[in-house]
């Protein structure tokens, strides 16, 4: 009976270290399983068969939940130019990850090409309140604000840099400064951010 007292810490331990090695070739497997999905979803994607693609993705994406994955496929749908399943996507990508600034530059990005800029304001107002910064949203944020300072005065308006803006009438660009004012002339025919005192401008 004394022998059996000395048997049993020694199984225990046995059954321990049995059972985190199973677990341990669990994981390495489920590991093999999703990088395959996520492989043959690539192959898919560059072999232009769309449906099984995403078939593809959605398995590994059910495994193994990232928002780097997500943004992948989100940049499929738009590869595919799918725009309503990418907005929807985008959006999802919001409410999953609402503290990942990424999430909300994809979607950002969506409302843009769309002109959607109502709806651009109220993403930024979610944005804002979650206390994120991402240099694109305010990038963003001042094109589109400048969009509407300068409606209908311009052909193009581009971001603030260093306190001016480029703009574009007919077909000459030139830049002005926060109010409004131009203080370079529309009469070159590109201009870039400006650095300190200097633009990037080509006659």
């Known amino acids: 009976m004394k022998h059996y007292k000395f048997l049993i810490p020694l199984l225990l331990v046995v059954l321990f270290g049995a059972s985190v090695y199973s677990l341990s070739g669990e994981k390495v497997e489920l590991k093999q ?16 068969i769309q449906v099984d693609a995403l078939s593809f993705y959605n398995q590994a994406l059910t495994m193994e939940p990232s928002l780097d994955l997500s943004l992948e496929i989100g940049d499929y749908y738009l590869e595919l130019e799918d725009s309503d399943e990418a907005l929807s996507w985008g959006e999802s990508l919001v409410e ?28 930024y107002d979610k944005f804002a309140d979650r ?8 990038k963003t944020m001042s094109q589109i604000d400048n969009l509407y300072y300068f409606s209908g005065e311009y052909q193009n308006v581009g971001a603030y840099s260093s306190g001016l803006c480029p703009v574009q009438s007919d077909d ?15 009469q070159v025919s590109k201009a870039g951010p400006f650095s300190e005192t200097l633009a990037g401008i080509t006659d």
């Open 33 to 48: 399983e999703y990088n395959q999905y996520l492989e043959q979803a690539r192959e898919c994607r560059e072999q232009g």
């Open 96 to 123: 999953s990850y609402p503290k990942e600034s990424k999430a909300y530059e994809f979607l950002m990005d969506l409302y843009l090409n769309t002109e959607n800029y109502v709806s651009c304001y109220q993403l």
């Open 131 to 138: 206390e994120l910064s991402s240099e694109a949203i305010s």
């Open 172 to 186: 000459l660009w030139g830049d002005v400064d926060q109010g409004g004012s131009q203080v370079v002339q529309t």
